[in-house]
C-alpha cells in the first residue's frame, strides 16, 4: 500500500467498509476516511501518530481522518477493519479526539462489525441508511467510553510530508534522500529526524520498499524483463544492490517469485521480520 494519499469509493449510500483481514502488513498511508481496527486474534504492531503499538487478542485502535499510519502483523493475525468517511463522526466528536488512538473497553466492536458486515453483504431495504447509522452508535460508545483531550492541530511539516510521499510514489526511480529533503524544504538532519519519528522508518528503507514493489508490479505485467532493464527502472544502479534489496523484502530472487506473488509492503533491512503468508481479505 503506496504511503499516499488513498481515496475509497463505496458501493453506494453507505459511507462504510468492513473486512476481515489475515496477516496484514503495509506502509505507510493517509486517507480522509476514519479507520477502526480490532485484533480478533494473534498479534500485530501499529505505527499511527508517530507512535508505535502493540495490539493483541481484543484489542482495538482508532485511526483518525488525515492520520498516517501502518501496520506489520507479527504472528498470524485476524483483524477486523472498519473505514468509514470521516463525516459519520464529524457531528459526534468535532472539536476532540481521543486521548489515546488505543481503545481501552472494545468489547462491542465484533458485535457492531458483525451487524454493519450483515446488512452490507445482505442489502435488506434501507440497509445503507442502517449501516452507516450502526457506525455511528459504534464511535458514539468509543467517543462516550474513552478519555478525549481538544482537537490537536496537524503536526508542523506533516503536510510537506504527505506531499513528498505522493512525489515518491510517482517518482521513486530517481529520488534520493538529498532530493526528498530539499522537496521537503527541509535541512538533512531535520528531514531524517522529522521522517523516523512520523513514520517509524528512515526514507531510505521506505524507499526501497517503494522500489521493490514497482518491481514486482513490472515482473508481473512484463515477466520478460531483464534484471537490467528492471534495475533500472527501478532506481538501483547495478543488478547486485537490486538483487540483494529485492530478496531482503520479498525473501525470493527476482526469477524465483512464485507466480501471483504481490508484495504486501514490509519493512526492508529487517531481518526478524516474521515469515507469515501475505495479507489477505478473508470475510
Known sequence: MPAKHELRTYNGDEKVWVGKYRNSHNLPHWHRDCELLYVERGKIDVFCGGKSYTLRAGNAMYIRSGELHYMRSREETYLLVFIFDDRLVAGIAADEQLASPLLSDASFIPDAYARVRDELREKPPFYAQAANALTQLMMIAVFRG??????????????????????????????????????????????????????????????????????????????????????????????????????????????????????????????????????????
Open 146 to 283: 474513552e478519555k478525549r483531550v481538544p482537537a490537536a492541530t496537524e503536526v508542523t511539516g506533516m503536510k510537506t510530508l504527505k506531499k513528498l510521499l505522493d512525489d515518491v510514489e510517482e517518482k521513486y526511480a530517481d529520488y534520493t534522500f538529498e532530493r526528498a529533503a530539499e522537496f521537503a524544504g527541509f535541512s538533512e538532519a531535520y528531514f531524517s529526524r522529522l521522517f523516523h519519528k512520523q513514520m517509524g522508518m528512515t526514507f531510505s528503507q521506505y524507499l526501497n520498499n517503494v522500489r521493490v514493489r514497482h518491481a514486482v508490479e513490472i515482473l508481473r505485467e512484463e515477466p520478460g524483463t531483464s534484471m537490467t532493464e528492471l534495475s533500472i527502472k527501478t532506481g538501483y544502479t547495478t543488478i547486485r544492490n537490486f538483487n540483494r534489496m529485492f530478496r531482503s523484502i520479498t525473501g525470493y530472487a527476482p526469477r524465483d517469485l512464485p507466480e501471483g506473488y504481490a508484495l504486501e509492503n514490509k519493512y526492508s533491512d529487517d531481518p526478524g521480520d516474521p515469515t507469515l503468508e501475505g495479507c489477505v481479505l478473508v470475510e
